[in-house]
């Protein structure tokens, strides 16, 4: 998150546009493009937005609008001057509507700080979220190169409050995870994790999404896949077709086996999982595609800690295959202590999904 544009490798400038809605109570919008990132023509005029024109549309809609009561923004962008998302984030806290950041492409760099700032985060299922240390460059003398070096140090502390805030980890597990390195997670993985609240539903969001930015941005194989074979399907423009509803799957019910032992007199299990262990458990096993294992786990009685590991050593083993191996704060084969550990601290967010709606 450099002033310096090459630095970071991204293209484009930012933008923004409001979306239609039937619900006078909310007001969408979108941004898009590495935000504050402008570029002045030959004849003297910029291209690209900033983030007090951005604001000031804002503060128009909500002044025309005596019901708002929310504001919604879609977020595709890799990143941009983090100086800028600050400015976002602190003009929309002071409106009076409550603010819900949706990554329905991608979240990455400055962008996900933003998205983390909000009374709400909600993600699509095959969107990307990226954190990672603050970067930054310059000229000049020892003293002035080592006073930016402290700057981009304090953008690293805040950025980690931040994510530590949202996520309810520490903050050295936050550092952990950013420890010189970019850290990837697709929407499941920001939901069970704590850094987004929700899900969209699941539709093709990724189209949008700039496959040179994200080459730039040095996104894993898979996410660039997943892109590119989105924008295939949606065309050039990689604009969808579907305004999408923020829902969350209602509990599943109770997955029995028939040879569960029985209380002969009672006809029913006395050790048997509570229905609402069985939800977890089947909501979890959800979240990473394993839904055909929930019943093996229900009938094992196991703990709803012991799915999550469970469920994360498979998905750090799928990850090593693919040499994808940025989701372990540690580096080389997964540790199983780290593996519990994250797990444990997304106990919350999971729970929250079984228990709210967002419409």
């Not at 990672?132 to 981009?152: I, Q, W």
């Not at 458990?281 to 799915?307: M, P, Y």
Request: aromatic share 6%; with cysteine.
């Amino acid at each position: 998150m450099a002033d310096d544009i090459k630095t970071q490798g991204l293209k484009g400038t930012f933008s923004f546009a409001f979306l239609d809605t039937s619900d006078d109570t909310v007001i969408r919008a979108k941004i898009e493009g590495p935000i504050g990132f402008r570029f002045e023509e030959e004849d003297g005029s910029w291209v690209g937005e900033t983030a007090a024109s951005f604001l000031n549309a804002v503060n128009e809609r909500v002044a025309a609008n005596a019901n708002a009561e929310w504001l919604e923004v879609d977020l595709n962008s890799p990143g941009g001057l983090f100086n800028e998302a600050v400015a976002i984030k602190t003009g929309l806290t002071s409106l009076d509507v409550k603010v819900r950041y949706r990554t329905t492409s991608i979240s990455a760099s400055a962008a996900a700080y933003l998205a983390v700032t909000g009374d709400e985060h909600v993600i699509a299922e095959d969107a990307s979220m990226m954190m990672h240390e603050a970067s930054g460059g310059g000229f000049g003398t020892a003293k002035s190169l080592e006073a930016r070096a402290e700057g981009v140090r304090q953008i690293d502390g805040i950025m980690v409050k931040r994510f530590a805030r949202k996520s309810e980890k520490s903050e050295d597990e936050i550092r952990a995870l950013i420890d010189g390195k970019d850290y990837w997670m697709t929407g499941l993985d920001a939901v069970a994790m704590g850094f987004a609240d929700a899900l969209i539903d699941p539709q093709n969001v990724t189209a949008c999404a700039d496959i040179e930015e994200l080459q730039a941005l040095n996104a894993p194989e898979d996410v660039i896949a997943k892109a590119q074979a989105a924008a295939d399907e949606t065309g050039e423009t990689g604009e969808t077709q579907t305004d999408p509803e923020v829902t969350i799957d209602p509990a599943p019910a109770e997955v029995t086996d028939p040879e569960t032992e029985t209380n002969p007199e009672t006809g029913a299990d006395d050790d048997a999982l509570s229905e609402e262990a069985q939800a977890e458990i089947v909501t979890a096993c959800r979240l990473f595609g394993k839904e055909d294992q929930a019943a093996a786990f229900i009938t094992a009685k196991a703990s709803l800690d012991d799915v999550r590991d469970a469920l994360f050593e498979a998905r750090a083993q799928e990850d090593k295959k693919t040499e994808i191996d940025n989701r372990i704060p540690t580096a080389g084969a997964p540790d199983e202590s780290a593996v519990a550990a994250h797990y444990r601290a997304g106990k919350s967010a999971i729970q929250a999904l079984n228990a709210q709606t967002i419409k």
